[in-house]
């Protein structure tokens, strides 16, 4: 079992920057990525941004140049940088965790970005 908690998120203006945490407990050794998911009111969950244990990362188009996702692996804690914050950023933004080609995913309880005009 891995837990997931993520904190960070809040109201911004639109064009500020938030910072988000995951920290990660648990059976850690069996994760190869983790990630970052968003879902916004009556929208499907969608993926903000993933990083493997080798350091690979991906992007969804809509945050690339403004996301930045990154991990500091003596606090078994993954980031995620939010700059130039749009309104459309507004969701619940989720942490992730799971093996490639597992179908087990690990998911946080979610934390509530807003983004105001």
């Known amino acids: 079992q891995v837990q997931l908690v993520e904190s960070g998120g809040g109201l911004v203006q639109a064009g500020g920057s938030l910072r988000l945490f995951c920290a990660a407990s648990g059976s850690i050794f069996s994760i190869d990525i983790m990630g970052w998911y968003r879902q916004a009111p009556g929208k499907q969950r969608e993926l903000v941004a993933t990083l493997t244990s080798a350091g690979s990362t991906t992007y969804a188009d809509s945050v690339k140049g403004r996301f930045t996702i990154s991990r500091d692996n003596s606090k078994n804690t993954v980031y995620l940088q939010m700059n130039s914050l749009k309104p459309e950023d507004t969701a619940v933004y989720y942490c992730?965790?799971?093996?490639?080609?597992?179908?087990?995913?690990?998911w946080g309880q979610g934390t509530q970005v807003t983004v105001s005009t």
């Open positions: 992730n965790a799971h093996k490639e080609g597992y179908r087990l995913h690990y």
